[in-house]
């Protein structure tokens, strides 16, 4: 892109699609946990991608005279899909310097709501061009705060089955981490869906 065509719109779904690739990643990791390993080194090179896409548009801001949207909530848009990777980063990494072998249900749960939350916002993000008529881009706000409470619902299931039916106290503290790094996860996407409304709001 050049300096005077910096397409902020095209580098949010950019973003949006490489949290779809690490969440897709991340998962089939689970399903063989021996390539976790090699999973987190994809997920790590991924990030340090969108953190490229990231730098690009806070350094196409400071040379920008107009912007399409306020810049700060160009930057925090971009941020917040940036916790969204970093938060699937941290959570691979986890899997990977906690030497889990196999995964529990729940967790298999969790990582598929993580890339259902992801493809909606990879959604909301192709869409966002359209903010001032944000019919179809609603439709996926709605869904990224869905997947917030259901991974609430997951989470509070997971530590229950964890504290009831895990003796190992190592394995209760690894796993009470990781299931709240998959929440936070969850969260993240909310964020995103949060920074999108806000913006609405602000334009319509």
């Not at 990777?85 to 729940?106: G, M």
């Not at 981490?177 to 969850?186: D, G, L, N, Q, S």
């Not at 999108?196 to 334009?203: Q, R, T």
Request: charged letters at 30%.
């Amino acid at each position: 892109m050049g300096k005077k065509d910096f397409n902020y719109f095209d580098a949010f779904a950019s973003m949006a699609d490489t949290a779809v690739d690490v969440a897709k990643l991340m998962r089939t990791a689970l399903d063989d946990l021996s390539t976790i390993e090699q999973a987190g080194q994809q997920v790590h090179k991924l990030e340090n991608q969108a953190d490229s896409v990231f730098h690009d548009i806070v350094t196409a801001l400071h040379k920008a005279f107009i912007t399409p949207i306020e810049r700060d909530d160009i930057k925090q848009l971009a941020g917040s899909i940036d916790d969204v990777i970093d938060a699937i980063d941290a959570l691979t990494k986890d899997f990977y310097l906690y030497n889990v072998k196999t995964a529990y249900p729940e967790a298999i749960e969790f990582a598929d709501l993580i890339i259902e939350g992801c493809e909606a916002m990879r959604g909301a993000a192709q869409q966002f061009v359209n903010y001032k008529k944000p019919s179809e881009l609603h439709k996926h706000i709605v869904a990224m705060n869905d997947i917030e409470d259901r991974g609430d619902v997951i989470y509070a299931r997971a530590i229950h089955r964890l504290f009831r039916s895990e003796t190992d106290a190592v394995e209760v503290l690894k796993w009470r981490r990781i299931f709240e790094v998959m929440e936070r996860c969850c969260d993240e996407v909310e964020n995103v869906a949060d920074v999108m409304d806000g913006v609405i709001l602000k334009n319509t």
